[in-house]
């Protein structure tokens, strides 16, 4: 999977992000519409719950026939990857934070089939792309694009406002990054086609297909205008 990973289309999804709705259904609209990642994020749910949600995202990426093509992701909880991989499913691998569990032990532990993203801090992104060994490291995320209810321990100047990244931020991340770039934080329709242009590899988004009124039609918008 680590060989095949596509981060074009890239969803984060917990159970405080659907309004009520399962998350297994959403997650089948978004992979309906075109969605290539799935990432399971939540600081509510207990571990025995992230487990549960994990496994039923396996099984809708596997009744999809995607497992091969779509990766499952969790969000920091290495615990709940090796706990999950126990019972049967098929995690593909992690995210994790510069404040999460370090990537080389996440790589030790998971192997080296194993995806692992990582998010670096919003102000000092580029140079951390610059002096930083990027060889565990499958994938950045960056972001927010812009301010986000979802995204709360994003990096935040000396004053406490958060620091968003600009398309010139993004496309010096690009040029400079050894390993593919998904952006994120907010990202609405309208954002797709001036990120794609700076050269990052993917888009990610909670709310905008999470909180939609319908997810599929969400989705298969911002599909469609990475695509053009």
Known sequence: MRNALDISA???????????????????????????????????CSARDLISYTAQAASVIAEADKSDSVALLVDDRLDVVLAAREAGVKVDGIHV?????????????????????????????????????????????????????????????????IITKSIDDLRGLAQASPVPIVVG??????????????GVDGFFVVSAVCGAEDPYAAAKELVDAWKK
């Open 185 to 198: 934080g907010g990202v609405k329709l309208a954002d797709i086609p001036l990120v794609k242009s700076t």
């Open 97 to 161: 934070g510069q404040t999460d569990i370090p990537v080389e032990v996440c790589r030790k532990l998971l192997g080296q089939d194993s995806i692992v993203g990582l998010s670096a801090r919003a102000d000092e992104m580029l140079e951390y792309v610059k002096t930083a060994d990027m060889s565990l490291v499958d994938y950045l995320g960056v972001g927010p694009l812009h301010e986000t209810p979802t995204k709360t321990d994003c990096g935040r100047s000396a004053d406490g406002t």
């Open 10 to 44: 890239y969803l984060v999804i917990g159970p405080e992000n659907t309004l009520g709705r399962p998350v297994s259904d959403v997650i089948q609209q978004a992979l309906q519409a075109g969605f290539t990642c799935v990432q399971i994020r939540s600081k509510e």
